[in-house]
């Protein structure tokens, strides 16, 4: 591994399961759709819920704004995030996205997940 997550070697019974999720996702603001998808990832990660990654392809990026907000995860990796413009509405900091994961979590580059308490995923 070239760039393997530190998160690992200190906790080694951390888990972050990543799988295709094999049914149709949807993102919805406001009655508008953000994304919508059958390509999803489902992030299984121990000690929080669930998790679903949208193929940044399969998302209305228009509607996207890069938020100057960062986080860390010593798992997965630096995240990015990015606030949803619909109409005049601004929701801030709706979504994260790994744009360079950690080698373990490899499979999360180009795609993006939206927090469910300011969007509706269907």
């Known amino acids: 591994m070239t760039n393997p997550a530190p998160g690992f070697k200190e906790?080694?019974?951390?888990?972050?399961?990543?799988?295709?999720?094999?049914?149709?996702?949807?993102?919805h603001s406001q009655g508008?759709?953000?994304?919508?998808?059958?390509?999803?990832?489902?992030?299984?990660?121990?000690g929080l819920p669930e998790v679903f990654y949208i193929p940044f392809d399969d998302v209305k990026q228009k509607m996207l704004i890069e938020s100057k907000t960062t986080s860390y995860c010593p798992f997965k990796g630096q995240?990015?995030?990015?606030?949803?413009?619909v109409d005049s509405n601004n929701i801030s900091d709706a979504a994260w996205q790994y744009k360079d994961p950690y080698d373990e979590c490899r499979f999360l580059k180009g795609h993006i997940a939206f927090y469910s308490s300011k969007v509706d995923i269907i």
């Open 11 to 27: 906790n080694p019974y951390h888990k972050v399961e990543i799988s295709p999720l094999n049914r149709k996702v949807q993102i």
């Open 32 to 46: 508008v759709t953000i994304a919508s998808t059958d390509k999803a990832l489902s992030v299984k990660e121990s």
């Open 79 to 85: 995240a990015s995030y990015w606030s949803i413009q």
